[in-house]
Each structure stands twice: as structure tokens, then as C-alpha cells.
């Protein structure tokens, strides 16, 4: 039986917005019907380039009864209004990270999940990106071990010390580096630990030049470590946003994030050089009970953002899963946990690096 054409649209035109429209308009078995941009230079963009029908007021979209889907590509204080509005319409909705900026908004955003009887997917993609998902296998595979230690290095890529001067320069729009950024990297330790952190300590960057160097509207944390229960621990390891780390010339817009991410196993231990686009395994029991090299998996020559952030492939593949009645890749339960953990993480920078025990517990009410 042929399958149903699912119509999407998308809400907000900017940078992920548009990057999502080009690649769903290669899609033939998904139909783009239209966008909702209250910028009108950039609805003239959708309409004059290629060819959508472009809404100032994204609740006109919301309205066409046609669309099955809806992209939330809308700044971070705008996800939970549009996507509960969007839900309540009846569509299901992928919606950017970070979930929300406040809890109440996330718990308000779960009850108009379970109460539309739509889906919600929140686009921490890193999961759903090749590497990532190939250490995942790695790990449930037994090729390490139970995982004990992880250690995330990151940097991110740019022109130096450039002040950021679109919404992101204010504090309120963003909620803060782990609720915008760090999210990311919460959410892979807890995918590969396969268990919930119990408590986090943030400790923040050494003041270079003081708030005048920020990047964004917040301090920056050299050093995340979460723990985990049995004693297992991740790090993040961060620098200094924009201040170390150049991407190859020419591919500055193409991804502007530097990561390597290690593994511990109590039998092995795995090595992810994203941009090298390798995973290394070690073995402890080698030959006469010495660690060795076990292998080198290569994934070159594939589009970087697939490697690494396939925002694209995951919203397609939630498209694919709502046109065949199957859940989500994960639930949006499980990335509340994440939000739980980078809100902690808030609270620990706040407070200049101090132990934080993570609250699981939803606001009520909502
Ligand atoms: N998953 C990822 O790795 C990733 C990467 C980048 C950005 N993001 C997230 O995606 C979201 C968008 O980021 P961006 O970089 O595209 O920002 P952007 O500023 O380039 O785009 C946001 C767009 O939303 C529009 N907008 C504002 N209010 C709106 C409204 N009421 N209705 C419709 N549109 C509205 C803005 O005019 C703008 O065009 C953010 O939440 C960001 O955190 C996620």
C-alpha cells in the first residue's frame, strides 16, 4: 500500500529553520506546505526562493487543518508557546532544544502532550546523529563494558571573541549556557551512562575579560561534572566560548563545534574524534593481559551534519514514525530529565561550582 505524503510546515525561518526547509524540499515522500516568520525580508526569502507559502502569524499555520507536523524553529523563550498551541491544533510537533527555558513551561508543554494525544519530540539530535548513535550501539553492545568515565571535550568554533547580537544577547531568551548549549553534551552522558545523574558540579571559566568577552549573556563553565550512581562520573570539558578553536577555512557556517568524547569501561574504553570522524576502541584484556588497540571504525566522506548533527534525518525520521502511528525515537519525558539536569547545572555555575543534587520532580499545578 502506498504510504501517506505527511504535510509539515515550519514555525520560525532563521538559520535551522531554513537549513530544514532546503533539506525537506528534497524530500518526495514529505510535503513542506508552508512557514510561519514574522521577519518579512525572510518570508519573502521562503516565498521568492523556493516557492512556500509564508504566514507572518505562525497560528494561521496551527489552523491549516492540512499539516500533520509542525517544526518549532522559533527562539528558545518561544518553544512552549508554540508548540503547545501547535499541539492543541492536533499536529505533532518537533521542537528545537532546549525544551524550554523554564520548568513550568516544560511541565505545561508534557500536559499538552498527553492531553492533545499528539507527540512531542525535542531535537537533541546528537543522539540521532551517526556517531553518537554508533558509540550508543558500541556501548549496548558490550564492546567496553559496563561504562564508568566519560570525558567530553568542546570547543566551539568561530571568528574569536565575538559578541553575539541577535536574541541570544539576552540572558531571559536564552535561560543560560546549559539550558541553550550544555544541554547537549547532559543528554549524551546520560544516553551512553544509560542511568540518571544524581547530582552536578559547574564550575565556571576563569574570567578572561570579563562580562564584556562573554559570547552569550552568561559565564561560561570550564569544567560539568556529573555524577552518576556506583560512582561512575562524566566531565564536560569547555573553553572559553569562540577564543581557541578555528574550523578549517570555508567551513566556519558548516558546523563551528570541536569534539572528542572518551569513554571508560570496566573492559574497555572507546575514543570519538568527531571531526576526524573516527571511534577508536581499546581492549584491557589484550594479549598477555595488556590494554591494546582493538579497532579503528572510519566514517568518512559523510556529510558532516549527518555525523553530527542530524537535526534533519531525526526530524524525517519523526515524520516517518507519525505517518505510521509508531512513538517517538525517545519521549519528551526523557528530555524533561535532561532539562532537570541542566537546570541544576544553573544553579551550580550560580552558586560558583558547588555540588547541586538534581530535582526530577516536575512543578504541579500545570
Ligand atoms: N539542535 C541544535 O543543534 C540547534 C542548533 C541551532 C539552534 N537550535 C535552536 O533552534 C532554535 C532557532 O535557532 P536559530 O539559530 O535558527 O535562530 P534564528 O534567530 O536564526 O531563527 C529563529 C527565527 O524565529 C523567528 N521567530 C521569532 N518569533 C517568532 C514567532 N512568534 N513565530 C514564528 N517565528 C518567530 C525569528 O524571526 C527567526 O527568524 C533555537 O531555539 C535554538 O536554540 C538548535
Not at 501517506?4 to 538559520?15: A, H, P, S
Not at 514529505?30 to 523556493?50: F, H, N, Q, S, V
Not at 556506583?230 to 578549517?248: D, S
Not at 539536569?341 to 547541586?356: D, H, L, P, T, Y
Amino acid at each position: 500500500m502506498e504510504k501517506k505524503i505527511m504535510k509539515v510546515g515550519i514555525v520560525g525561518f532563521g538559520g535551522v529553520g531554513e537549513n530544514i526547509a532546503r533539506c525537506i524540499l528534497k524530500q518526495a515522500d514529505i510535503k513542506l506546505k508552508a512557514i510561519a516568520e514574522p521577519d518579512e525580508a525572510k518570508r519573502k526569502k521562503a516565498e521568492e526562493t523556493y516557492g512556500l507559502k509564508a504566514y507572518a502569524d505562525y497560528r494561521k499555520l496551527c489552523e491549516d487543518k492540512d499539516i500533520d507536523v509542525i517544526y518549532n524553529a522559533t527562539p528558545n523563550f518561544m518553544h512552549p508557546e508554540v508548540a503547545i498551541t501547535a499541539m492543541k491544533s492536533g499536529k505533532h510537533v518537533f521542537s528545537e532544544k532546549p525544551f524550554s527555558i523554564k520548568k513550568e513551561d516544560i511541565a505545561a508543554m508534557l500536559k499538552a502532550e498527553k492531553e492533545s494525544r499528539r507527540y512531542l519530540q525535542i531535537d537533541f539530535e546528537m543522539r540521532y546523529s551517526l556517531l553518537c548513535k554508533r558509540v550508543k550501539e558500541l556501548i549496548d553492545a558490550g564492546e567496553i563494558g559496563e561504562p564508568k568515565n566519560i570525558l567530553f571535550n568542546h570547543f566551539c568554533g568561530g571568528q574569536g571573541f565575538e559578541k553575539e547580537k541577535t536574541w541570544r544577547a539576552k540572558i531571559e531568551n536564552i535561560g543560560g549556557y546549559y539550558i541553550e548549549e550544555g544541554c547537549h553534551r547532559i543528554d549524551i552522558f546520560r544516553y551512553y551512562m544509560g542511568a540518571e545523574m544524581e547530582e552536578v558540579m559547574a564550575i565556571p571559566a576563569p574570567q578572561v575579560r570579563g562580562p564584556e568577552g562573554w559570547y552569550r549573556a552568561y559565564r561560561e563553565p570550564a569544567s560539568t561534572l556529573c555524577f552518576f550512581p556506583g560512582e561512575k562520573l562524566a566531565n564536560l570539558i569547555t573553553i572559553q566560548h569562540r577564543a581557541v578553536y578555528f574550523p578549517p577555512p570555508g567551513m566556519e557556517n558548516e558546523l563551528g563545534h570541536e569534539y572528542n568524547v572518551s569513554v571508560v569501561g570496566s573492559e574497555g574504553s572507546l575514543y570519538t574524534n568527531f571531526w576526524k570522524a573516527t571511534i577508536l576502541l581499546m581492549d584491557f584484556s589484550g594479549p598477555g593481559g595488556k590494554t591494546c588497540l582493538k579497532r579503528i571504525e572510519s566514517y568518512r566522506g559523510i556529510d558532516l551534519n549527518v555525523l553530527h548533527h542530524n537535526s534533519c534525518g531525526f526530524f524525517r525520521d519523526f515524520v516517518y514514525r507519525m505517518r505510521d502511528g509508531k512513538p517517538p525515537f525517545f519521549n519528551a519525558f526523557d528530555s524533561w530529565k535532561t532539562m532537570a539536569c541542566a537546570f541544576a547545572c544553573e544553579e551550580s555555575i550560580k552558586k560558583g561550582g558547588k555540588r547541586v543534587t538534581v530535582d526530577y520532580t516536575l512543578p504541579e499545578g500545570q
